[in-house]
Every structure is written in structure tokens, then in C-alpha cells.
């Protein structure tokens, strides 16, 4: 059973860059996408982006000059990477497996905890 | 960008209630419909996938339907852990939006 749990700063800096990683354990990143998906307090769901296991990325095009998703080479955690933040990017932040099936249907079978990202000078 | 809502945005329901919650696109989308149930300060988990296609180990209670631009969730038997928060999301296209969401609570 995959699964993931998110890690880095709690707190950053206004056009600063938000830096987040995924750990994956119980599998490696050898197959199906892997996301971001964030939630401002008390708000909705806001899909950031993912990358295909073969390293090509789909960014949300309201975000897409300020993101970059990327794997580790060990294949075992992936990276988000948000620059110039500003308070409206203060959110809980969920790194995601987005399984791939027959049809090319996406299921976002298995999530991280999410962690807090509070964008203050 | 292809839009997602939901309706109710809210909605109060007894224990053993069924319940329908819509959703719908603002272009078809076939069959790329997930839905996901969020408890507050949890991580959302999907219940649906591909429409109608449930879960693994989900119990028969939950079912979606639909295609196109019209999607309904229904939950059967209502639960005390039912309860929270239900999003739609489209996964024909990029940006997979995601709807604004379906809060049901206890009468």
C-alpha cells in the first residue's frame, strides 16, 4: 500500500519560493502520475500540477510560470516548487498518486496528510 | 479552462437518508468524472472513479452516474461518517478542476 506524506517550511516569506517534498514508500514512482493539489483555509480544492512517470509535466495554467514539479532521481519522492508566493498561495498543500487505467482514467487513489504553507513576512 | 459545479452547496440529512449530490461540466467530458469525500482537516479520499466505477473496498451504498456534462453522486444509508464535504473532479482535460464542493451535515 502506497503512501505519501508531505514536508518542508510551514512558513514562507512573501516572493519568496515555496519548496515542498513528497516522500513515497510502500511503491516507487515507476508508473502513473503524481500530483499537487492545494486548499486555501476553508476553501476548495485547487489542482497545482503533476508529472508522469516518465518525467513530463501538466501544470494549471494559472500557476503554470510560477511551478515546477520534478521526481527524485532515487524515484522515491517528487518536489513542488512555487516561486514569487504571495498570501493568496497560503494553503494546505496534498502531494497525490494519480493512478492510470484502462481508458486513460485517473484515479487519485492515495493522498498525503497535507501540510500547512502560511505565506507572512 | 472546463468548469465544474455542484448542488446542492449544502444540504442537511438525517441518519439512514439517501442523498444526491450533481455535478456538472461546462463541456462534456465523457466519462472522466471522480468524486472525493473530505472530513475537515483530513485529506480528501475518492469514491468514485470514471462516473460509476467505486472505490476499492467501498461499500454499495455510494454510486455515481452520468457522462458528458451531468454527473450525480448518490450515498445510500447515511452514516455519522458520511458526513463533510464532497468535490467532483474532471480528469478529460488539463487544468483537472475540481468543483467548488457539497457540504452535508446532520439534521
Known amino acids: 500500500q502506497v503512501q505519501l506524506q508531505e514536508s518542508g517550511p510551514g512558513l514562507v516569506k512573501p516572493w519568496e519560493t515555496l519548496s515542498l517534498t513528497c516522500i513515497v514508500s510502500?511503491?516507487?514512482?515507476?508508473?502513473?502520475?503524481w500530483a499537487w493539489i492545494r486548499q486555501p483555509p476553508g476553501k476548495g480544492l485547487e489542482w497545482i500540477g503533476d508529472?508522469?512517470?516518465?518525467?513530463?509535466?501538466n501544470y494549471n495554467p494559472s500557476l503554470k510560470s510560477r511551478v515546477t514539479i520534478s521526481i527524485h532521481m532515487s524515484r522515491t519522492s517528487f518536489f513542488l516548487k512555487l516561486t514569487s508566493v504571495t498570501t493568496a498561495d497560503t494553503a494546505v498543500y496534498f502531494c497525490?498518486?494519480?493512478?492510470?487505467?484502462?481508458?486513460?482514467?485517473?484515479?487519485?487513489?492515495?493522498w498525503g496528510q497535507g501540510t500547512l504553507v502560511t505565506v507572512s513576512s | 479552462d472546463i468548469q465544474m459545479t455542484q448542488s446542492p452547496s449544502s444540504l442537511s440529512a438525517s441518519l439512514g437518508d439517501s442523498v444526491t449530490v450533481t455535478c456538472r461540466a461546462s463541456?462534456?467530458?465523457?466519462?472522466?468524472l471522480n468524486w472525493y469525500h473530505q472530513k475537515p482537516g483530513r485529506a480528501p479520499k475518492v469514491l468514485v472513479f470514471?462516473?460509476?466505477s467505486l472505490q476499492a473496498g467501498l461499500p454499495s451504498k455510494f454510486s455515481g452516474s452520468g457522462f458528458g456534462t451531468e454527473f450525480t453522486l448518490t450515498i445510500n444509508d447515511l452514516q455519522p461518517e458520511d458526513f463533510g464535504t464532497y468535490y467532483c473532479?474532471?480528469?478529460?482535460?488539463?487544468?483537472?478542476?475540481f468543483g467548488p464542493g457539497t457540504k452535508v451535515e446532520i439534521k
Open positions: 508529472v508522469y512517470y516518465g518525467g513530463g509535466t
Open positions: 470514471a462516473a460509476s
Open positions: 473532479q474532471q480528469t478529460y482535460v488539463v487544468p483537472r478542476t
Open positions: 463541456q462534456t467530458i465523457g466519462r472522466y
Open positions: 497525490a498518486r494519480a493512478k492510470t487505467g484502462s481508458g486513460h482514467f485517473l484515479e487519485f487513489d492515495s
Open positions: 510502500g511503491d516507487s514512482i515507476n508508473s502513473d502520475y
